[in-house]
Nanobody
Framework: VQLQASGGGLVQAGGSLRLSCAAS????????VAWFRQGPGKEREFVAA????????YYSDSVRGRFAISRDNAIGLVYLQMNSLKPEDTAVYYC???????????????????WGQGTQVTVSS
């Protein structure tokens, strides 16, 4: 499966963006899909995930209450709605998926074998 992330851009603090992740090659409607981000000089960190074919969602503490992950299986997209953006949210955002992921590994980047190319989000103060 190939993933394509899009929707990044430049936004002022307090603003919103919606990222999209599309799959090609095969459907990922039954697989866990996650968003990670990597800021300048930082390690890649977990942001949010939606578990397999359920609507169960998981978030890092830093984005919980501000970001929302969702999926539209009819059109094969996973979204990350980002509200109340802060300068510290500035990063390259990646979507990732893996059909074999177990729940206890959902926040571990090394457990995902399929990644999108990343989309830059820049939040100005």
């Amino acid at each position: 499966v190939q993933l394509q992330a899009s929707g990044g851009g430049l936004v002022q603090a307090g603003g919103s963006l919606r990222l999209s992740c599309a799959a090609s090659g095969r459907s990922f409607s039954r697989d866990t899909v996650a968003w990670f981000r990597q800021g300048p000089g930082k390690e890649r960190e977990f942001v949010a995930a939606i578990w397999r074919s359920t609507s169960n969602t998981y978030y890092s503490d830093s984005v919980r209450g501000r970001f929302a992950i969702s999926r539209d299986n009819a059109i094969g997209l996973v979204y990350l709605q980002m509200n109340s953006l802060k300068p510290e949210d500035t990063a390259v955002y990646y979507c990732a998926t893996d059909a074999r992921l177990i729940l206890s590994s959902i926040a571990m980047a090394r457990m995902y074998n399929y990644w999108g190319q990343g989309t830059q989000v820049t939040v100005s103060s």
